[in-house]
């Protein structure tokens, strides 16, 4: 076979190149392949190094397109339910988070300070004891200093808290009736009204249970833990440290998702805007996606999944409604 | 459909050379994985240091075939600093044979710390990003040639079915989704925007 179905009589040497490798990968792509034609490619890459080089990488990035197929079904239930479980753990990862849940039961302090972020804020809060608290969109805390305890409210949103470890200053975040008491640490915390959620990234953490009583009442941490706490149920997982990493990419104002639902990824774009997106149908919030985006991308979001996930995508005033 | 992955050193077409310990299968996995994510900082890297941007894409192919052929003799150990020093000889031949060589530029090219303040792709950044690359690619290629590739690769039709849908012959679809692989293949592993207003 040669490229004579491509006519490129200026073509440089690598683009005549890439055409004759690229005619015999879309060849042995095209369903009537038999071992005839695989002993005249294998004799055509064995010719040069140049034919080898040029069809190796035309065929390794056909074969990375296969993730775009992938994106349009389901993976199976395996590979689909851990990284939901990351997703929600990773996002939500800050011990502190679980301690936020509702108003502070703990004590009442003396002078508190507040901070808090709108819809698609991102604030560093730099603390004299050189600790440094990241709040994430949609996010309000209180800070205190109760007899020589840091104190943090986490009363809504999600947190990540670098703190210099002061043995006689414990440093306590505050989530509902949920304590963490840092230990020397980098730790997020997470409140999304139902479930609490801590992820410890470096260091050690105490984590608390509020008023539960059974065996995860007080947990300690170690790096890569996440506890996930709700109302009727508590449990901890252990991640890789590089995974929760991810989960902090809102940090550099990224959404990063990797085989998320459809229906997960939306709920995380409209945690930083004010144009929600709504899946409008089960079928279609199934489906799973990979990739990164800004966090205000949900126009480009929203392209993507029309082109990738074939779903329909309308925009109205402010929202963006997805079906199939 | 089906789909190939020819193997060649089990195929018995292996065309290293005798006694060497390098199998075709074990530098086609080494090219793949280590050397293609590099593909995007090599272009930088050439045309920073390269007057002619036409022949961007000649050089590449001539760092690849040297640093295939290398590898057939021992995969190196340091994947990136032997390519970009690859990348830096090749640089060096072709300036010294110019009719015209500022010598300066000789100088300048050998003195050149080796893409060494760039961070390193490393494979996850470069599967992360991977989603956005593909789409981009997508959104690159001409109309009828986006439809033959998304139902080929996206829909999994069959070569026929393709052809029956878009009123064309299987060759013509052959056709358009061969250099719908050489866009992906631009836009995968170089960078994003490398084909627009090509």
């Keep these: ?324 | 459909m089906t789909e190939r992955t020819p193997d060649l050193a089990s195929e018995g077409a292996d065309p290293r050379r005798a006694g060497a310990a390098v199998t075709t299968a074990q530098a086609h996995a080494w090219f793949v994985r280590e050397v293609l994510p590099l593909e995007a900082m090599l272009t930088r890297y050439l045309k920073k240091n390269w007057h002619n941007a036409s022949e961007i894409e000649d050089f590449r192919q001539d760092i690849y075939e040297r640093a295939l052929e290398a590898a057939e003799q021992a995969i190196p150990e340091r994947t990136r600093a032997f390519v970009f020093s690859t990348a830096r000889n090749l640089l060096i031949d072709r300036l010294r044979k110019e009719s015209v060589v500022p010598i300066e530029a000789v100088a300048e090219l050998e003195s050149l710390d080796i893409a060494a303040d760039e961070p390193g792709p490393d494979r996850s950044t470069f599967a992360r990003d991977l989603l956005r690359r593909l789409q981009a690619a997508l959104d690159q290629l001409p109309p009828r040639c986006r439809e033959a590739v998304v139902l080929k690769r996206i829909e999994g039709l069959s070569q026929r079915e393709i052809a029956g849908r878009m009123g064309i012959s299987e060759q013509a679809v052959a056709n358009h989704v061969a250099r719908g692989m050489c866009v992906l293949a631009d836009v995968v592993y170089g960078e994003p925007d490398a084909r627009r207003g090509a």
Aim: proline fraction near 4%; charged fraction near 25%.
């Design chain 1, 1 to 324: 076979m040669s490229s004579s179905g491509l006519h490129m009589p200026d073509a440089s040497r690598v683009q005549k190149l890439n055409a004759e490798a690229a005619a015999w990968l879309a060849r042995a792509n095209a369903g009537s392949w038999t071992t005839e034609d695989q002993s005249q490619l294998e004799a055509w890459l064995a010719q040069s190094r140049a034919h080898r080089v040029a069809y190796w990488r035309l065929e390794a990035a056909w074969s990375e397109a296969a993730r775009l197929a992938a994106l349009r079904h389901p993976p199976v239930e395996g590979v689909r339910r851990f990284p939901a479980i990351l997703i929600r753990a990773a996002a939500v990862a800050g011990i502190a988070a679980m301690l936020g849940a509702v108003g502070a039961n703990y004590l009442l302090t003396p002078r508190t300070n507040t901070y808090s972020t709108g819809i698609g804020g991102h604030e560093t809060l730099k603390l004299s004891d050189g600790s440094r608290i990241e709040l994430n969109t949609n996010t309000k805390v209180r800070l205190a200093k109760v007899d020589g305890t840091r104190q943090v409210w986490l009363d809504r949103g999600e947190a990540y808290f670098q703190i210099k470890h002061d043995p006689a200053h414990p440093f306590v975040v505050i989530a509902g009736a949920r304590k963490i008491t840092d230990l020397g640490t980098k730790f997020l915390v997470r409140d999304d009204r139902k479930t609490i959620e801590v992820a410890l990234l470096q260091g050690r953490v105490r984590f608390d249970n509020g008023n539960k009583t059974g065996p995860l009442k007080t947990v300690a941490l170690k790096p890569g833990d996440v506890i996930m706490a709700s109302a009727d149920s508590v449990s901890v997982t252990t991640q890789p440290i590089k995974k929760l990493e991810n989960e902090l990419s809102w940090r550099e104002g990224l959404l990063v998702f990797n085989y998320t639902t459809l229906a997960d990824a939306a709920a995380e774009f409209n945690r930083y805007n004010a144009k929600k997106i709504v899946v409008a149908d089960p079928d279609a919030a199934r489906l799973t996606i990979i990739g990164e985006f800004p966090v205000n991308g949900v126009d480009l979001f929203g392209r993507v999944a029309t082109r990738i996930l074939g779903v329909r995508v309308e925009d109205r005033n402010n929202e963006i409604v997805i079906s199939r």
